[in-house]
């Protein structure tokens, strides 16, 4: 039972294994923690026009999308030019359209927040948002084959940059957009069924056993509590993470089907080399073990979300997971933060809370969107409406005419750590766990002097052990030390789920 189990059919990855992060903060506060830290070093504040990112296999737009929602708290606001690389054209076309739902203004702020979770984390989606999923992969598809394509207010052709991608990956990205057509049907249900039976092959009769080890020998033994078990048990029976009250989830959620490659193997050669032909098939290739609450769901600024009661949380993941994007919504198009206020039934019972006397539902973003309640009651109230949510628009379309985001797939080496461009360009780089192995591919020549390094660990990765975790842990310290990283301290907005360097010894010229 305690042995870990790896999962041979988890090809691509979806959701992150660790919370965001505003890499906006990290540069400016690494460099004055590095400032502090080294005697004589002066820094200064950087005062270049761009902020430079690579992120390599972030499995999600989590990072790219708290770093714009927070982007008015630094000062002065800075372009942000990121390099987003992928293995899979499937997991950047969700990058491009999560990100496009949380800047559709033609949807309420609920809205956004509800469609978004569904779309990031259940395999199953309504029919709703199968419709409305469908038209976003038509509108971004004609978004990557024609920069002049004239879609609304021109947002996502200054947003999305794919000249690093070649004409082959833009057709399969492109592709990829227009199979989330109703059209394109697909049994979830039975792909499900499949991958489960697969996982757990002849254990798969003690399945609620084996997730309850996962999840209390495992999960929670790193604290994440938080999780609760019925819903983590519950996504592992069914593949459904998000509930949206009583909705009924009919249709399969494209965006998390993709093509896996391999070979059969038909027979042995007279050298003994196995032989076979190259084979491909479209499925549902995600994780499945992990679950996408840690993304959103496990670190917040709200402490009042995890709070307990006789030792036990009186909040879930999915509440946690709905207040950051709730917050991450209210920032981006209001540029004031977003603060928690526990409900009338909390406060009578575990007292008022941290942030009773500040802003904190959803609803407010709706209420400045629709008018308020200080407005002028001789004015139309349809027109004052219409105006607030021309100037919420207008805030994150501002917000996001700052970012360019360079979308790149296909061999990490060749497109993007051999290219002479990129020698010295970047400010900050985001490693994703799965591929810090690449630690050792010079990534430290493509950071300007004192750059930053962040290394997403491994203590939600269900697929080894508490002791292989600990040990990934070390095995990161001792390849970023071998290649030119020193470990930095800690930072007040940086969830500890990251390892944080900088190049050591290297200091900025000017």
């Known amino acids: 039972m305690g042995t870990q189990r790896k999962d041979e059919n988890h090809v691509h990855n979806f959701w992150g294994l660790s919370a965001p992060l505003d890499f906006k903060y990290l540069s400016s506060a690494s460099r004055t923690l590095q400032a502090a830290m080294e005697d004589g070093l002066n820094l200064g504040a950087d005062q270049s026009d761009k902020l430079a990112v690579l992120q390599v296999a972030p499995s999600d737009p989590r990072h790219t999308l708290l770093t714009m929602a927070r982007a008015w708290r630094r000062q002065p606001e800075r372009e942000v030019q990121m390099t987003v690389w992928e293995s899979s054209c499937e997991s950047l076309a969700r990058h491009m359209v999560l990100i496009s739902i949380i800047l559709d203004t033609d949807l309420t702020p609920r809205e956004r927040m509800e469609v978004f979770l569904e779309v990031y984390g259940n395999i199953k989606i309504r029919d709703k948002t199968a419709e409305y999923l469908e038209e976003r992969g038509k509108m971004l598809g004609s978004v990557v084959l024609d920069s002049s394509f004239n879609e609304k207010d021109g947002v996502f052709n200054r947003l999305f940059d794919f000249s690093q991608l070649k004409y082959k990956e833009k057709d399969e990205l492109v592709e990829v957009l227009r199979s989330y057509s ?66 009924r989830f009919t249709e399969p959620n494209r965006t998390l089907l993709s093509t896996a490659y391999g070979r059969t193997f038909e027979f042995t050669d007279r050298l003994g ?72 039934s909390e406060r009578a019972r575990y007292g008022t809370g941290e942030g009773e006397e500040q802003n904190a539902s959803l609803s407010s973003v709706a209420e400045e969107e629709e008018g308020g309640d200080d407005k002028d009651p001789s004015e139309d109230p349809d027109e004052v409406a219409k105006k607030l949510k021309e100037e919420a628009a207008a805030r994150a379309q501002s917000t996001a005419g700052r970012f360019r985001i360079t979308l790149a797939t296909g061999d990490l080496a060749k497109n993007v750590f051999n290219k002479n461009a990129n020698k010295g360009a970047f400010d900050v780089i985001g490693l994703g766990c799965w591929m810090v192995h690449r630690l050792q591919d010079g990534l430290d020549k493509l950071a300007k002097p004192n750059g930053v390094l962040a290394v997403e660990d491994a203590r939600y990765m269900l697929s080894i052990t508490k002791e292989q975790a600990a040990l990934f842990d070390t095995r990161v310290d001792e390849l970023a030390k071998e290649n030119g990283w020193s470990r930095l301290g800690d930072l007040d907005e940086i969830p500890p789920v990251h390892h944080i360097f900088t190049l050591a010894g290297k200091k900025d010229s000017q």
């Not at 033994?221 to 459904?240: L, S």
Request: hydrophobic share 35%; aromatic share 14%; with cysteine.
């Open 273 to 344: 080399e196995k032989r076979g032909r190259s084979v491909s098939t479209r499925g549902l290739y995600t994780d499945m073990q992990c679950s996408p609450y840690l993304a959103f769901g496990v670190e917040s600024d709200a402490k009042d979300l995890f709070r307990k009661a006789n030792k036990e949380h009186i909040k879930t993941a999915v509440d946690v997971t709905e207040f950051n994007m709730e917050s991450l919504i209210h920032e981006m198009y209001m540029n004031e933060k977003h603060k928690y206020i526990p409900s009338e």
């Open 182 to 247: 109703r059209k394109q049907d697909f049994n979830m249900d039975a792909a499900w069924d499949w991958r489960c039976r697969k996982f757990y092959g002849e254990r798969y009769d003690h399945l609620k056993n084996l997730v309850d080890w996962d999840y209390h020998m495992r999960l929670a033994e790193t604290g994440a509590t938080i999780v609760h078990f019925v819903q983590f048990r519950e996504y592992r029976k069914t593949g459904i993470a998000f509930e949206i009250r009583d909705s």
